[in-house]
């Protein structure tokens, strides 16, 4: 099935023209009945009328396969399909006829990609474990060099922020062998999907934050639609100002470039007088500081009602957070601020960026390594345990 709204309203605009897309798979494992009341949930909320949902909807189309492996639900198999073959395993390489499931999941992110590549946003895979407490995600592996190590544990980390059922503790991101050829890695690997996850849900319960023990009704995996598409939603607007940011700066390099051409080609202009600055040997250098302060001054100007897309360019700036000098806010536009806080139950989290994210779970992951070296591993289940998925 496929959901989606309607386009944007004026002023609120993406920084996209085109919609990105979220694709999700349930119950491939035809046992793992509680990845289908995650699914359950999902649908019923991003169907709702609740705020985030409408936004979701008008800046994403949802793909949703939620019975990968009917035949294997009807046979009352627990884990393989019709052929006998697990079919989470059988994506790098799968037959069309002996997994006809599979390949046309396939050939659907194939079509995605084609018309517009790098629109995927997510990949999301439900499944159950019979081993693990909690709900928890299975994500790609890299190394802590790369940005992406950081960039795929953000979706995660926002969803462990919202609930005690969601665990960021019990995430893993690495790819062993034997999950080469699951759904999640092979959407990562080859449609270049970097969100791609597996996202199970214990078959027994989760720790609460005094480490009781509350065994899963399926109110609790329903709540997980809720929790799952505010998670998304932060990430996008996070995902759209790191766009709209990198956007910029490659526009401010040309601009630099094309004053830099610019001013010997005039001969008697020199750069300072381009810069509007005083006039010093290091001409280039003045050229980019004028230009970085060009953003918020053009900003200051936006009286005429502020927008949301003018208030996350405002306070998403690059040169507010790279420049040393501060930048006041405006009072007109704080209680647009607040209402933006309250309308997306964000309370104070609104504006933060991928950077700042990275931050948070490179502590988190410090945390729990100290814990782990300390001998304070907390999880007795956690130890040695194999990873379903
Ligand atoms: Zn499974």
């Given at each position: 099935m496929q959901i989606e709204g309607p386009e944007h309203e004026e002023g609120c605009q993406p920084e996209y023209t085109r919609k990105k897309e979220v694709v999700l798979t349930g119950r491939?494992?035809?046992?793992?009945t509680c990845g289908s009341f995650m699914m359950e949930g999902f649908i019923k909320f991003i169907t709702s009328q609740k705020l985030v949902a409408v936004e979701l909807r008008k800046r994403c189309v949802f793909k949703i396969i939620?019975?990968?492996?009917p035949d294997g639900v009807i046979a009352g198999n627990y884990r393989v399909a019709f052929s006998g073959n697990d079919l989470n395993r059988q994506y790098a390489n799968p037959h069309p006829k002996l997994h006809p499931e599979v390949f046309s999941v396939k050939r659907l992110m194939a079509d995605s990609r084609q018309q517009c590549p790098d629109n995927i946003l997510a990949f999301i895979d439900m499944h159950a474990h019979s081993r693990k407490k909690n709900v928890f995600m299975y994500g790609p592996e890299f190394p802590i060099h790369d940005p992406r190590y950081f960039l795929a544990r953000v979706i995660p980390k926002l969803l462990s922020e919202r609930s005690d059922i969601f665990r960021f503790y019990s995430c893993r991101f690495r790819v062993t062998k034997s999950k080469a050829t699951t759904a999640r890695v092979v959407m990562q690997r080859e449609y270049g999907v970097l969100n791609s996850y597996t996202l199970e849900a214990s078959f027994h319960g989760f720790f609460t934050e005094d480490r009781e023990t509350i065994e899963f009704m399926p109110s609790h995996l329903y709540s997980l639609g809720e929790i799952l598409s505010q998670g998304l939603f932060e990430n996008l607007l996070m995902t759209e100002d790191h766009e709209r940011q990198t956007r910029e700066r490659k526009e401010r390099q040309k601009r630099l470039a094309a004053a830099k051409q610019a001013g010997p080609a005039k001969g008697e202009e020199s750069p300072s007088k381009v810069a509007g600055g005083t006039k010093t040997p290091d001409g280039r250098r003045q050229v980019k500081k004028a230009m970085i302060f060009d953003g918020p001054n053009k900003l200051a100007g936006h009286e005429d009602g502020v927008s949301e897309a003018s208030y996350h360019e405002y306070i998403t700036s690059p040169t507010m957070q790279t420049e040393s000098q501060p930048v006041q806010l405006n009072t007109e536009s704080q209680p647009v601020r607040q209402s933006l806080m309250d309308r997306f139950n964000l309370q104070g989290r609104q504006g933060r960026t991928l950077a700042m994210m990275s931050t948070e779970i490179h502590t988190e992951e410090l945390k729990i390594q100290h814990q782990k070296n300390e001998g304070k591993t907390i999880d007795e289940e956690d130890v040695g345990s194999s990873d379903d998925q």
């Open positions: 491939v494992h035809p046992g793992e939620p019975f990968t492996n």
